[in-house]
């Protein structure tokens, strides 16, 4: 089995560390704002920020169990334990979502003044700087690692500069111009956007986990490749996955029934080095077959 590259991991590991170092100092700022101001939508963006101390904690946890080399146990790796992850984080954001339902709704019935609005507004500048700080260096990391775990960890810190965004709206409207009730609306619409969040880091955890084929371009590539080889008649049985920063890629390659075993294995050979150039990261397993030959396959291509 192919080892993640050492930058690789190098990346991935800074990237979940950076990820709760920034969480902590984000709770504790927001949770003297909160205290100062009591604006539900501060508490909003608090309980947020607790919550995704917990969940790059899973993160942490999660790469570095994904990062562990093939084993006797693990023939395929460990890289499952990043949408395992992903699937945590959707329950970390959506239960943030539906707290926020519940605390909001309490202010629509008994609507409160908003104390001391600079603080919240200076808090939340603050906290701006930060997350933006370390969603763009997650984003490099994504961009040359590929990492689900650290993608679904970028999308909630990016969904918190927004939130942070409109927090200083809320706490704006509520202090100069008397409107308090705009504080639980912003906590509401803060709240719809979690849960959309949690169902995105879920549906595309769920597809790690089942094993979804790469995408069509991808596919499509790949038999282009294939079929680049004079030797090769047809491709047909492609199969793809993934799992952590590993990809697996198998398909039957028809050839000329009457090639010698030896010639038919470097054709297969040279099919495999060009696939691997262009997926530096894939496992490829090809199997050789006689053009022409009636064979039952799969009714999918």
Same mark, same amino acid.
């Given at each position: ?37 009591? #604006?539900?939508? @501060?508490? #909003?963006?608090?309980?947020? #920020? ?10 942490? @946890? ?18 499952? *334990?990043?949408? @395992? %992850?992903?699937? %945590? ?7 943030? +979502? ?9 202010? =629509? ?26 969603? #763009? ?31 200083? =709206? ?10 308090? $009730?705009?504080?639980? @609306?912003?906590?509401?619409?803060? %709240? *719809?956007?979690? $849960?959309?969040?949690?169902? +995105? ?42 799992? +952590?920063?590993?990809? =697996? ?14 010639? *038919? ?13 262009? =997926? ?10 006689? *053009? ?10």
């Amino acid at each position: 089995m192919n080892a993640a590259p050492p930058p690789e991991s190098r990346l991935m590991r800074l990237a979940t560390y950076a990820a709760m170092a920034t969480a902590c100092i984000l709770i504790v700022i927001k949770m003297a704002a909160w205290l100062a101001t009591g #604006s539900v939508a @501060l508490l #909003s963006t608090l309980i947020d #920020s607790i919550l995704d101390a917990g969940a790059s904690l899973v993160n942490l @946890l999660a790469v570095r169990q994904a990062l562990q080399p093939a084993d006797r146990d693990h023939r395929f790796g460990h890289g499952k *334990a990043e949408p @395992l %992850a992903g699937l %945590a984080q959707a329950a970390f954001v959506a239960g943030s +979502g539906l707290f926020l339902i519940i605390e909001a709704a309490g202010r =629509f019935a008994d609507p409160q003044t908003v104390e001391r609005p600079m603080v919240g507004i200076v808090v939340m500048v603050v906290s701006m700087g930060l997350t933006l700080g370390l969603v #763009s260096f997650q984003k490099f990391v994504v961009r040359k690692t590929k990492s689900m775990a650290v993608n679904a960890d970028s999308l909630h810190y990016t969904g918190d500069v927004l939130i942070n965004l409109s927090v200083i =709206f809320s706490l704006l409207l509520a202090s100069q111009f008397n409107l308090p $009730l705009a504080d639980p @609306l912003f906590a509401i619409a803060i %709240a *719809a956007y979690l $849960l959309w969040n949690a169902f +995105g880091i879920a549906r595309s955890s769920m597809d790690h986990l089942m094993d979804r084929e790469f995408d069509e371009a991808e596919r499509e590539r790949i038999k282009q490749i294939a079929r680049t080889h004079p030797g090769v008649r047809n491709v047909h049985d492609l199969r793809t996955r993934s799992s +952590g920063l590993q990809s =697996f890629i198998q398909l039957h390659l028809e050839m000329d029934g009457r090639l010698p075993l030896f010639e *038919a294995h470097a054709i297969a050979d040279a099919v495999e080095a060009k696939l691997q150039a262009a =997926f530096p990261s894939a496992e490829v397993i090809i199997h050789q077959d006689p *053009a022409g030959m009636a064979e039952a396959h799969p009714v999918f291509k």
